[in-house]
Structures are given as C-alpha cells and as structure tokens.
C-alpha cells in the first residue's frame, strides 16, 4: 500500500469487547479508524488510544454511553471518526436524525479543538452547523460526493449555474451549500448551455 504514494485510512469495526482482537494488517494503513460499536467499554476506548496512527471511531449507539462525560475529560486525542448508525442485533439502523445531547457532545469536542470525521448516511445528519465544523465529510452516494466537492471547488461556475428549488427555509437563499447537499426537501438543477 505504500507504493501508491497516498495516505491510505484502514477503518476496523470494534463490536464485542471481549471477543475481538485487532488484525495484524494494522500496520499497513497511514491511519486507522477503530470504530467501537455498541457492546465496547471505557477499556477499549483506553487500549485504543494508546496505540499510535489510529483515530477513535464511535456509532451513534456507543456514543451515546459516553455522552454525559464531557469530551476534555475522557482525553479522546486531536481526531474522532463518527458513524451515525445504530448496531441492532447485526443489522445497522440509521436514525431519522442525531440526538440534541450528542450534536450537543459533538460541538462541545470540536470547540475544545478537536478534529471531527463524519460519515453521511442519507440525511440522518440534521444539524448543518455540525458538518460545517467537520474536519472531513465521508459519504457512500458517489453523486453526493460529486455534487459537494463541485459546488466547494467551485467547477460549476465555469458556464453552468444551479438552480435551488427549496422547500427550506434554512436552503432558501442556497448560501450554504452543505444544507444544499444533505437537506432532503431540496432540488437542484443544473443548467447547461447548448454549444
């Protein structure tokens, strides 16, 4: 993995505290993200962040054990990996929208200086103030991520324009343009001029 001259992140999911153990391909990645699922306590949230080039990773459900101990003083390091699901018997939930304690949890670790990692599920993401201080959005929608990295890198200026069609009143004035990107109630469309 070394020869393709990119950082290369490993993610590796944590579900049962006492029967897993981390693969010996741990070593390959630039960074790990160990994503620790539900049935994982503080003693491997510890082990975790005592290894080197590994990022803390929660699911919505782990976070939630964790959410009335304030960020600062877990001393979870500089960079957090959250997955927005919930592990229901094998068989991953995503919610209609995260909680106000954890967006609540979330913002109180990025402003202590912390670097947030989300993945976007659908648009179980209802709190745009949150991906706006997200250090990197991760998606699985290719068309997602496409449209995103147009509208941030400004390709579709160049002749094209957009058209809103928002049924939000947060998107109306299309300023942001990740509400634009993860709020389900609006279109757009793109217009391109005929040659």
Do not use: Q
């Not at 960079?79 to 954890?102: C, Q, S, T």
């Amino acid at each position: 993995m070394g020869s393709l001259s990119k950082e290369v992140i490993g993610i590796i999911r944590v579900n049962d505290e006492f029967n897993t153990k981390l693969p010996s391909s741990l070593g390959r990645f630039n960074k790990t993200i160990v994503l620790l699922g539900p049935g994982v306590g503080i003693s491997w949230l510890k082990y975790v962040m005592s290894l080197t080039n590994t990022i803390i990773g929660f699911t919505l459900d782990s976070l939630m054990r964790f959410t009335k101990i304030r960020p600062s003083l877990l001393n979870i390091p500089s960079e957090l990996f959250i997955d927005p699901v919930i592990d229901a018997n094998d068989v991953m939930v995503v919610p209609k929208a995260l909680p106000k304690v954890v967006i609540d949890w979330l913002m109180d670790y990025v402003d202590s200086g912390g670097d947030l990692y989300v993945l976007v599920r659908g648009d179980s993401i209802n709190d745009i103030n949150l991906l706006m201080h997200s250090r990197l959005v991760f998606t699985y929608d290719v068309r997602l991520a496409e449209l995103y990295n147009g509208i941030i890198k400004g390709s579709f200026m160049g002749g094209l324009k957009i058209n809103v069609g928002a049924k939000c009143r947060f998107c109306d004035n299309a300023s942001n343009p990740l509400c634009l990107l993860t709020c389900p109630s609006v279109d757009l469309v793109r217009e391109v001029g005929v040659e």
